[in-house]
């Protein structure tokens, strides 16, 4: 017989970390969410008060115009007095634009950018009533709470979605709002539409046939696009505009292809993550690249071994604090602000995160050195017999050499090496990733409110993800 419990004293769930891993293992859930870990701390370092919100503490806001973590919540499945599933939760406060009042959530702890993934942990024999339970639980907290329920960020292959749809789509029945939503990136013109979308006017401006003034309007949209940073376009007017000429040169094409995929381009589309089934030996890995990759990856290895460059690979155990320090500067050096993940609000959480995964067993980071120098890193999350792609970084003054590609063609190797399964990138929005794998999965989330109290899900995800709401839920 299953039963469930919420916990609420801080203490009490931390003592429960070690038996909460061991059950993610025991189980064969093996997402950096499914360990507790990650949420725990994510929860120990963003939580906020009245005066200081998410936004300060995280260093970025992804939810309304401001955010409030106010609660954690652990609730656990037992048999027999065993623990069989859990799964983190917190209440947050979140300021609409659109509403004078705050909205209430419960989610699960963490956001998309440091855990991509984010899933319930159960025992596989019990899967069907421990989720039912849990999801009983999880629904009359929300109630309790008068908070909308949002369990987001699922992969669409998750066993457990069809067990949290049914929950779901029997409380529609009942007359609460809500459904399943595909998570896509935001359509229009944006920091992440802008590439297909030059691409795009550049290919139309090579074929024969354009018109001189049509040229000009695209050749003058090019400038603006490349002008336009990230913190313009968060501006609705500037994007409204570069929209418009978007549709405006869309208009004047005679080929109702090129308008079409130019259209296309601005799009909302499902937030694609790669991954790849390893096989058993490099050798077979190496050959499921593509010709002309396999010949860049042999020329530009033997440039960075003649030019003396060397790889590194620190072992879990051997992960040091200066390990660390170094891996998250390089992340900096390359990104900078433009990070999602690392600045100086994160760097605590990223060094206790890295440090406390290191000790599990579960943290493995990579080095690229020339001269004596680290110049590049990639930090891996290794859990049973998946290797997670998390974060990286590289000096921008190196040689031409392809430095981060590179080093990640070695994470790949080396994950082969130690009898990994599966080695997944993360994020796909890089496209170098597309080198190593064509397979990706998309994301699931799924709402619940009480009717009449569901809100604008574009108010309440105002930046980069969408949520395309499928109601009734059709798996």
């Given at each position: 017989m299953i039963t469930t419990r919420i916990l609420t004293d801080l203490d009490q769930i931390n003592s429960l970390l070690p038996a909460c891993q061991a059950l993610a293992l025991r189980s064969g859930c093996f997402l950096p969410f499914q360990q507790l870990t990650l949420p725990w701390l994510w929860w120990k370092h963003f939580n906020t008060t009245a005066e200081i919100d998410f936004g300060h503490k995280r260093g970025r806001n992804f939810l309304g115009a401001r955010t409030w973590v106010e609660k954690f919540y652990l609730v656990i499945a037992e048999s027999g007095g065993r623990l069989q599933g859990f799964v983190p939760m917190v209440v947050s406060r979140v300021k609409l634009r659109s509403q004078q009042s705050a909205l209430r959530l419960l989610s699960f702890s963490a956001d998309s950018v440091l855990a991509f993934y984010q899933d319930f942990t159960v025992m596989p024999a019990l899967r069907e009533p421990a989720l039912r339970q849990m999801l009983d639980e999880l629904i009359a907290l929300a109630e309790a709470e008068r908070a909308l329920l949002f369990l987001g960020h699922i992969p669409e292959d998750s066993l457990n979605i069809p067990f949290i749809a049914d929950a779901i789509t029997q409380r529609l029945s009942r007359g609460f709002e809500g459904g399943m939503a595909r998570i896509?990136?935001?359509?229009?013109?944006?920091?992440?539409?802008?590439?297909?979308?030059?691409?795009?006017?550049?290919?139309?401006?090579?074929?024969?046939?354009?018109?001189?003034?049509?040229?000009?309007?695209?050749?003058?949209?090019?400038?603006?696009?490349?002008?336009?940073?990230?913190?313009?376009?968060?501006?609705?007017?500037?994007?409204?505009?570069l929209e418009a000429t978007v549709n405006k040169i869309a208009d004047q094409l005679a080929d109702a292809v090129q308008a079409g995929m130019l259209r296309e381009a601005m799009a909302a589309r499902d937030i694609a993550y790669p991954y790849m089934i390893l096989p058993e030996r490099v050798e077979i890995f190496e050959q499921s690249l593509s010709d002309s990759n396999r010949y860049y990856f042999k020329r530009y290895l033997k440039k960075f071994s003649e030019a003396g460059g060397i790889f590194e690979s620190i072992a879990p155990a051997e992960v040091s604090k200066q390990d660390i320090e170094d891996y998250l500067a390089l992340?900096?050096?390359?990104?900078?602000?433009?990070?999602?993940?690392?600045?100086?609000?994160?760097?605590?959480?990223?060094?206790?995160?890295?440090?406390?995964?290191?000790?599990?067993?579960?943290?493995?980071?990579?080095?690229?050195?020339?001269?004596?120098?680290?110049?590049?890193?990639?930090?891996?999350?290794?859990?049973?017999?998946?290797?997670?792609?998390?974060?990286?970084?590289?000096?921008?003054?190196?040689?031409?050499?392809?430095?981060?590609?590179?080093?990640?063609?070695?994470?790949?190797?080396?994950?082969?090496?130690?009898?990994?399964?599966?080695?997944?990138?993360?994020?796909?929005?890089?496209?170098?990733?597309?080198?190593?794998?064509?397979?990706?999965?998309?994301?699931?989330?799924?709402?619940?409110?009480?009717?009449?109290?569901?809100?604008?899900?574009?108010?309440?995800?105002?930046?980069?993800?969408?949520?395309?709401?499928?109601?009734?839920?059709?798996?």
């Amino acid at each position: 017989m299953i039963t469930t419990r919420i916990l609420t004293d801080l203490d009490q769930i931390n003592s429960l970390l070690p038996a909460c891993q061991a059950l993610a293992l025991r189980s064969g859930c093996f997402l950096p969410f499914q360990q507790l870990t990650l949420p725990w701390l994510w929860w120990k370092h963003f939580n906020t008060t009245a005066e200081i919100d998410f936004g300060h503490k995280r260093g970025r806001n992804f939810l309304g115009a401001r955010t409030w973590v106010e609660k954690f919540y652990l609730v656990i499945a037992e048999s027999g007095g065993r623990l069989q599933g859990f799964v983190p939760m917190v209440v947050s406060r979140v300021k609409l634009r659109s509403q004078q009042s705050a909205l209430r959530l419960l989610s699960f702890s963490a956001d998309s950018v440091l855990a991509f993934y984010q899933d319930f942990t159960v025992m596989p024999a019990l899967r069907e009533p421990a989720l039912r339970q849990m999801l009983d639980e999880l629904i009359a907290l929300a109630e309790a709470e008068r908070a909308l329920l949002f369990l987001g960020h699922i992969p669409e292959d998750s066993l457990n979605i069809p067990f949290i749809a049914d929950a779901i789509t029997q409380r529609l029945s009942r007359g609460f709002e809500g459904g399943m939503a595909r998570i896509q990136s935001r359509d229009g013109v944006y920091p992440w539409t802008i590439p297909d979308i030059s691409k795009c006017l550049t290919d139309i401006c090579e074929r024969n046939g354009v018109q001189p003034a049509l040229r000009l309007q695209i050749e003058s949209l090019q400038t603006d696009l490349r002008r336009h940073n990230s913190s313009l376009l968060m501006f609705p007017r500037t994007r409204q505009e570069l929209e418009a000429t978007v549709n405006k040169i869309a208009d004047q094409l005679a080929d109702a292809v090129q308008a079409g995929m130019l259209r296309e381009a601005m799009a909302a589309r499902d937030i694609a993550y790669p991954y790849m089934i390893l096989p058993e030996r490099v050798e077979i890995f190496e050959q499921s690249l593509s010709d002309s990759n396999r010949y860049y990856f042999k020329r530009y290895l033997k440039k960075f071994s003649e030019a003396g460059g060397i790889f590194e690979s620190i072992a879990p155990a051997e992960v040091s604090k200066q390990d660390i320090e170094d891996y998250l500067a390089l992340h900096m050096e390359r990104w900078g602000e433009d990070s999602v993940a690392v600045n100086q609000a994160t760097m605590d959480f990223h060094m206790e995160l890295s440090r406390r995964l290191a000790a599990d067993g579960q943290a493995r980071l990579f080095f690229a050195k020339l001269e004596g120098k680290r110049v590049a890193a990639h930090a891996c999350l290794d859990i049973g017999n998946r290797r997670e792609y998390y974060f990286s970084g590289r000096r921008r003054d190196t040689t031409k050499l392809p430095i981060g590609k590179l080093l990640c063609y070695q994470t790949v190797v080396d994950a082969v090496q130690q009898g990994r399964r599966y080695y997944d990138f993360g994020y796909g929005g890089d496209e170098y990733k597309s080198v190593f794998t064509r397979t990706s999965r998309t994301l699931r989330g799924f709402f619940l409110a009480a009717k009449g109290d569901f809100p604008d899900l574009n108010a309440l995800f105002p930046k980069y993800e969408s949520m395309a709401l499928e109601t009734p839920v059709e798996l």
